[in-house]
């Protein structure tokens, strides 16, 4: 197999860890968001925390999906979580469409997009799996 066809093989399994890791995010952020509806409904929450449970969810859902996503690549995975953030954001944006007629960009986008991206890079640097560096090797 030559150069070009693993570095073909490489990216098609990033492009797939992503998108995997995107779906996965927005499935997490869905159940914890249905979760924190159930919370305000019977009363644990209050109404107005709805802001800070939809960031949560955002990071955290990004978080898992990111760290499937970073365990796919093999370098930069930094890259691979913000990509997975990013992922995420547009399938929030997505199923927003769908769900409403007209698309709004604020104070709860810019939430939302900032919560997908800081899961994704937490993944990203989180699910490092370097080289060990090993020690010098000299005893004292």
């Known amino acids: 197999m ?19 890791g995107g779906l996965l ?11 924190g ?10 109404e107005n925390s709805t802001s800070q449970l939809t960031a949560a969810a955002c990071v955290l859902g990004c978080i ?8 796919k690549w ?13 992922v995420c954001y547009l399938l929030i944006l ?8 007209d698309l709004t960009f604020g104070p709860q986008a810019l939430i939302e997009l900032a919560g997908c991206l800081c899961g994704g890079a937490l993944a990203g640097m989180l699910g ?9 090797g000299r005893k004292k």
């Open 2 to 20: 030559g150069k070009a066809e693993v570095q073909g093989t490489n990216a098609v399994q990033m492009a797939t860890g992503v998108a995997l």
């Open 25 to 35: 995010a927005l499935g997490i952020e869905l159940v914890i968001l249905l979760l």
């Open 37 to 46: 509806a159930l919370a305000v409904s019977n009363g644990i929450l209050k």
């Open 64 to 71: 898992g999906g990111g760290l499937l996503a970073c365990s």
């Open 74 to 86: 093999k370098s930069r995975r930094l890259v691979g979580g913000l990509l997975t953030g990013v």
């Open 94 to 101: 997505a199923v927003g469409l769908l769900i409403s007629d």
């Open 128 to 136: 490092g799996g370097g080289k060990k560096r090993r020690g010098s």
